[in-house]
């Protein structure tokens, strides 16, 4: 069965800090791997698409990297805001429609 | 540019009583998808739409379960009748293609609550 599995669950960093979260995947064929930021009572947000020939990109403060021999992508926050407090949640494509969903890292951002 | 619109934003019924979500994608998207959000369960695709036609209906859990997309600007979920383990937050999502590396666009979602 495809999987995504994220790490950590939770974290709760202080305002002005960086935080890195993971995301290994079992997801086969691979098409791409997409980050995606939900706040409270809203819908996800996309923040990033990699796809099998890209290792970095980059939306402003948010850096995803991708390393598929190892089935392993991360997503860094830079100098985290108050705003950045939601859920991020790590997706998977194997054909061109149907997403495998991880169950998402709830970070907290504190002043 | 106006996003997925979703109505209503909650809902709250009793059990064997009917309901029916509406969405409205983004124009000129293509591909439409509803999905529904659970705390055990995450989020999950109940059924995917490609030019008004259902294309993969095989995550909507029983017969009870119904979608329809008359036209490209509206889509309906429809449930009857409900039951308690219904409780979500049902998303829609529109996309521009098929192609693999357009983002899908959610709606804010309906959080719907059976009692």
């Known amino acids: 069965k495809n999987q995504v599995e994220q790490s950590p669950q939770s974290l709760i960093i202080l305002e002005g800090k960086n935080c890195t979260l993971q995301c290994n995947y079992t997801v086969s064929p691979f098409s791409n791997l997409r980050w995606y930021k939900q706040d409270t009572g809203r819908g996800p947000v996309s923040l990033t698409i990699?796809?099998?020939?890209?290792n970095t990109k980059s939306n402003g403060r948010y850096t995803a990297t991708l390393d598929a021999d190892t089935k392993q992508s991360s997503l860094h926050i830079t100098a985290s805001q108050l705003s950045d407090s939601a859920s991020y949640i790590c997706v998977v494509s194997a054909y061109d429609y149907k997403l495998s969903f991880g169950a998402g890292t709830t970070v907290t951002v504190r002043a | 540019d106006a996003g997925v619109i979703q109505s209503p934003r909650h809902e709250v019924t009793e059990m064997g009583q009917e309901v029916t979500l509406r969405c409205k994608p983004i124009?000129?998207?293509?591909?439409l998808f509803w999905y529904r959000q659970t705390m055990m369960r995450g989020l999950e695709l109940l059924i995917y739409f490609n030019n008004n036609v259902p294309i993969d209906d095989s995550g909507m859990p029983e017969d009870r379960f119904s979608a329809k997309m008359p036209n490209a600007s509206f889509s309906t979920l429809k449930i009857q009748p409900s039951e308690p383990r219904d409780s979500a937050v049902y998303f829609c999502?529109?996309?521009?293609?098929?192609?693999?590396?357009?983002?899908?666009?959610f709606g804010d979602g309906t959080r719907l609550s059976i009692l």
């Open positions: 124009s000129g998207h293509n591909s």
């Open positions: 990699m796809t099998f020939s890209e």
């Open positions: 999502a529109s996309s521009l293609a098929i192609v693999s590396n357009q983002p899908q666009h």
